[in-house]
Each structure stands twice: as structure tokens, then as C-alpha cells.
């Protein structure tokens, strides 16, 4: 809500992942995996620059041909949209809603810090809805990692 003190930086996930753009399609979704996520965060030099997902892959895999012989840097949704941790939560939301996505980077200065993701997103608005009488349940739903 506009207005509030909400910001990104309260519901972000701190630890991103993030692969070069020369890597291919096979060793992100083995990240992936591994990781347990559904993105990563594409750099050329260190630096972000797109965002493959799992549907990314998909997607090029079911084209069928050389799809495991591209790179990222061909692959990744780009240009990589970001917020600020200061972004309020509401214009998060719009954000994704507008440009169609579903997570966002966190930068600052330059830097990576986090990422804010709809499931980040989701809990927030479940504790507000809640608050301040959490149930129990909800609670543990909302206090889990993705």
C-alpha cells in the first residue's frame, strides 16, 4: 500500500545465485537443481545482466536442436529488471505485475544484495492479512525458506 513502510529489503532473499553467460543450458539447470531454485541471475564479468528460469530452459529445450549448445547470455531475459532494498513492497508488486515477471533482483550501489521473488511476495501479504493474530500454522507456512 502506498504509504507504508514496507520495503523490499524486509521480505528479499539474501543469497542469490548467479551464473556466467558463457555457461551453457545443461550446468544451469544441474545449479538449479542443486540448489533448489527456480533462477538464476546471469552475469558477463561479474556483473548482472539477465535472469535464465526453468521455464527459459523449457522452453528452449522443447525447440529441439543445438538448444543445449547455446549460452546464457543468448538465453537470459533481458535487461535485467532490479529494485533497490528501499523499494516499497507495493511497487514491487506493480513491477512484476507490469513487466510480466516474477522476481526481481536487489541492487545498491552496483551490487547484487538480494533477490525478491512472488513467494517472498505471498508470505508478505499472508502476515499482513494476518496480522496480528497470526495462526499458528500460517506462521510456520510463512517462516519457511522457499
Known amino acids: 500500500m502506498p504509504g507504508d513502510s514496507n520495503t523490499v529489503s524486509q521480505v528479499m532473499s539474501k543469497t542469490v545465485y548467479t551464473i556466467d553467460s558463457e555457461s551453457g543450458i545443461s550446468g544451469a539447470a544441474k545449479l538449479m537443481a542443486r540448489r533448489d ?3 538464476l541471475v546471469v552475469t558477463a564479468k561479474g556483473k548482472p545482466v539477465g535472469i535464465v528460469t526453468e521455464r527459459d530452459i523449457v522452453k ?3 525447440r529441439g536442436g543445438d538448444a543445449l549448445r547455446k549460452n546464457l547470455g543468448a538465453l537470459a531475459s533481458k535487461p535485467l529488471v532490479t529494485v533497490t532494498p ?3 513492497i507495493w511497487e514491487a508488486f506493480a513491477t512484476m505485475l507490469r513487466r510480466k515477471i516474477r522476481r526481481l533482483p536487489v541492487m545498491e550501489g552496483g551490487n547484487m544484495v538480494g533477490i525478491v521473488t512472488e513467494r517472498d511476495l505471498h508470505k508478505w501479504v499472508v502476515r499482513v492479512f494476518y496480522e496480528p493474530n497470526v495462526p499458528a500454522d500460517i506462521r510456520e507456512l510463512v517462516a519457511q525458506n522457499p
Open 86 to 88: 528501499t523499494t516499497e
Open 37 to 39: 531454485v527456480g533462477s
Open 60 to 62: 528452449q529445450l522443447s
